[in-house]
């Protein structure tokens, strides 16, 4: 534009020169077209560098911005996987917190309440071979009070008790190793409130922390001891959020209880295994479904052996079993295991011959939430049936992976707009040449 203002003066500079010099009309004419050549060709090359010198600014600025949101993810990323890994260390995502409890039983009280010792030897080394160490709290020997202060300081995602029980309650042993038979008929309650309380510290601490998340809380109890049903159904109700339970409803002959739990340590631990971090959930249908195959591969059925024990006080066997031919003496079954799952305030019901069932209702109901996504997108459009605006479609090019092509390509055709205006206007504004002086009498 200043170019443009400025040229009539040096036309009429140049007029002057002429006339001092004595130029003719023909040198004067091809000054003036130099003249307007170079004027053109200033404002031609003006126009073309700008917008390339732009494009390659705003190119740089991307490729820049580009890397920073790399750097940046990457940070991010690695921040929060150090994170996991410091937590995991420090004992914060305990995924199974596995209590131990084998306490002495007088011997008078042993038989009578079918007590008997219990080998747990071969379990802790299942257990530990199974669950990677980083994510399991074992306590051996466990009492109450180790039970409460490993549940407030490792708030696991599974609690397993491993043990026996008094009258439908864990028994826990006391500091000397004896059985813990104090307050039997308010120890199911107590248990209920020490998790109940467990899950909502750990709901506060993890709201304080990162309170746009949501933790994952208690998932599953497991125990793996004798007529526990009662237990169980006590915790199903006594909690408030949605969990798993799996109990025994009957006697279980220690081997069988065993190789059940190690079918659920194996797939528990794969999945810790194979996962970066805590995961989201936890196989539980999986480890359910496995722990009745692993039972019945090592040769035990499911049912209650009390229905084949001899029940007269006076049966010749019971001084003299006979395991070879006796079905009251050696069970064909041996042992009824329960699973209580509430989900949504409904409670349901399975044993171990529908393991299957319940991992298909799992799978299913993921495949439901899968196919909630055309309503998602019923929602984002207008009326569900109607295809997108034809400007969404349009403005959809310059966002995501290849947004940058559709922005050079504009860029260039504005370029282009521009030169083509530029040399219109360069064309039919440039100052014509002023009338020649009259020439002199002779």
């Known amino acids: 534009c200043h170019l443009f203002r400025t040229l009539p003066d040096v036309l009429r500079d140049v ?7 004595g130029w003719g009309d023909a040198d004067f004419e091809e000054a003036h077209e130099r003249l307007r050549l170079t004027a053109g060709a200033g404002v031609v090359d003006a126009l073309l560098f700008a917008p390339l010198v732009a494009l ?34 420090a004992g914060k995502h305990t995924a199974l917190l596995a209590l131990f409890s084998n306490p002495t039983v007088p011997p008078k009280l042993r038989k009578a309440l079918r007590l008997e010792p219990l080998r747990f030897g071969q379990e802790m080394r299942f257990l530990l071979r199974s669950v990677p160490k980083v994510y399991l709290a074992l306590v051996p020997a466990a009492t109450l009070d180790d039970c409460r202060r490993e549940m407030e300081e490792h708030m696991p995602r599974i609690f397993m008790f491993s043990g026996h029980t008094l009258l439908g309650a864990l028994a826990f042993e006391k500091a000397n190793g004896a059985i813990d038979s104090s307050n039997i008929d308010q120890k199911n309650a107590q248990f209920v409130a020490m998790l109940r309380q467990a899950t909502a510290a750990r709901k506060s601490a993890a709201a304080a922390h990162r309170p746009d998340e949501e933790p994952p809380g208690l998932e599953c109890v497991f125990l793996n001891s004798c007529e526990s049903e009662k237990l169980g159904r006590a915790i199903i109700e006594g909690l408030p959020q949605d969990i798993a339970v799996i109990c025994w409803s009957s006697i279980t002959e220690d081997t069988a209880a065993r190789e ?42 499911f049912g209650d052996p009390a229905e084949y024990l001899h029940s007269e006080p006076n049966h010749p066997h019971l001084t003299n079993p006979d395991f070879q031919n006796c079905p009251g003496c050696n069970p064909p079954v041996h042992g009824a295991v329960l699973l209580l799952v509430r989900s949504g305030g409904v409670v349901r019901e399975y044993d171990g011959d529908m393991a299957d069932e319940w991992l298909m209702e799992m799978r299913l109901k993921r495949r439901g939430a899968g196919g909630a996504e055309p309503s998602l997108q019923n929602l984002l459009s207008r009326d569900g049936t109607a295809p997108p605006l034809v400007t969404s479609r349009l403005m959809s090019h310059f966002r995501g992976a290849g947004a940058w092509r559709a922005q050079m390509a504009t860029g260039v055709c504005v370029a282009l707009s521009l030169l083509t205006t530029a040399l219109v206007f360069a064309e039919y504004t440039f100052p014509s040449l002023p009338p020649s002086p009259p020439s002199p009498p002779p």
């Open 15 to 21: 007029r002057k020169k002429a006339e001092l010099e």
């Open 56 to 89: 390659m600014l705003l190119y740089g600025a991307r490729r820049i911005n580009r890397f920073e949101r790399q750097i940046f993810l990457t940070t991010v990323a690695l921040q929060g996987e150090g994170d996991v890994k410091r937590d995991l260390i």
């Open 260 to 301: 059940f739990a190690q079918g659920f340590y194996d797939v528990i631990g794969d999945d810790l295994k194979a996962t970066k971090g805590a995961p989201l959930r936890l196989p539980l249908a999986a480890a359910f479904k496995a722990a009745c195959e692993r039972f019945r591969e090592g040769g035990f059925a």
